[in-house]
Nanobody, 115 residues
Framework: QVQLEESGGGLVQPGGSLRLACGAS????????MGWWRQAPAKGRELVATITGGGSTNYADSMKGRFTISRDNAKNTVYLQMNNLTPEDTAVYYCRLWRRGGDYWGQGTQVTVSS
C-alpha cells in the first residue's frame, strides 16, 4: 500500500511562484512513475507533469517552461516548482504514483493565484 501526501499549496499573486511537494510512504519502487495532475473548478482533471524513477520527465504543453518536476528517490518525494503563475493555474493539485497493478492518488493541495 502507498500513501501520498501533498504540501506547499496556498495563495500566490499572479507572476509568483510556489513549490509543491509530495511525500510517498509505503513500498516505493524506483520503477514507479510519479506525477502531478490538477483540477480547476468545473473542469476535469488534467495532467501537469510526470517523472520516472530514472528522471525522465513529461509535461503538458501549457506547463512547459514554467513548471519543473523533480524527484528525490532517497526521500520518496516528488516536487513541482511552479513559476510565473497565472489565475488559470488555480486548481487543486494532486500527486499520483502508479505502477503495474497499482494506481495511487493523494488528497490534493489547493493552489490559488489571485491578486
Amino acid at each position: 500500500q502507498v500513501q501520498l501526501e501533498e504540501s506547499g499549496g496556498g495563495l500566490v499573486q499572479p507572476g509568483g511562484s510556489l513549490r509543491l511537494a509530495c511525500g510517498a510512504s509505503g513500498s516505493i519502487l524506483n520503477t514507479d512513475v510519479m506525477g502531478w495532475w490538477r483540477q480547476a473548478p468545473a473542469k476535469g482533471r488534467e495532467l501537469v507533469a510526470t517523472i520516472t524513477g530514472g528522471g525522465s520527465t513529461n509535461y503538458a504543453d501549457s506547463m512547459k517552461g514554467r513548471f519543473t518536476i523533480s524527484r528525490d528517490n532517497a526521500k520518496n518525494t516528488v516536487y513541482l516548482q511552479m513559476n510565473n503563475l497565472t489565475p488559470e493555474d488555480t486548481a487543486v493539485y494532486y500527486c499520483r504514483l502508479w505502477r503495474r497493478g497499482g494506481d495511487y492518488w493523494g488528497q490534493g493541495t489547493q493552489v490559488t493565484v489571485s491578486s
